[in-house]
């Protein structure tokens, strides 16, 4: 039983890694779900949708750490960051409070929890972006 519960955790922690590595993309993620959602209701094929999708997702995470490596003012690179941050942390925040709600009723630790995971979730990939471009 300690054996199941040390593997519990471990995974447990393996996850929220995982989930925090990626916080990056989700700015992403979202407009290649967004963009297969949209080819999907307009009539489109799955395969025609599902490619399309991932070619926007990749083209707009590629394109943005193109632009936060090239730009030369902080402004621009403040910009740049925001629009890959707010995403991740509005992410981890969904994060935070579904976590919460699977353990517990109460509504300001939820909060609590989801501000924490939001923050989080908003350095881990500003992080990322930092250091995928020089300095």
Same mark, same amino acid.
């Given at each position: 039983m300690t054996i199941l519960l040390l593997c519990g955790l471990v995974a !447990? /922690? !393996?996850l929220v890694r995982f989930v925090f590595s990626l916080a990056t993309v989700a700015?992403?993620? =979202? #407009? *290649? #779900?967004?963009?297969g959602l949209a080819m999907r209701s307009a009539g489109c %094929?799955?395969?025609? =949708? &599902?490619l399309l999708s991932l070619l926007a997702a990749t083209a %707009? &995470?590629?394109l943005g750490s193109a632009a936060f490596r090239t730009a030369r003012?902080? &402004? /621009?690179?403040?910009l740049v960051a925001m629009i890959f941050v707010l995403p991740a942390a509005v992410a981890g925040y969904g994060?935070?409070? %579904? #976590?919460?709600?699977?353990?517990?009723?109460?509504? #300001?630790?939820? +909060?609590? &929890? *989801?501000?924490?995971c939001a923050? !989080? !979730?908003?350095?881990a990939a500003?992080? +990322?972006?930092?250091?995928?471009?020089p300095a």
């Open positions: !447990a /922690v !393996a700015l992403p993620a =979202s #407009i *290649g #779900i967004a963009l %094929a799955p395969g025609t =949708s &599902l %707009a &995470l590629g003012t902080p &402004l /621009v690179r403040l994060l935070g409070q %579904a #976590i919460c709600a699977l353990f517990l009723d109460q509504q #300001i630790v939820a +909060t609590v &929890l *989801g501000l924490l923050s !989080a !979730a908003a350095q500003h992080r +990322t972006l930092q250091s995928s471009s």
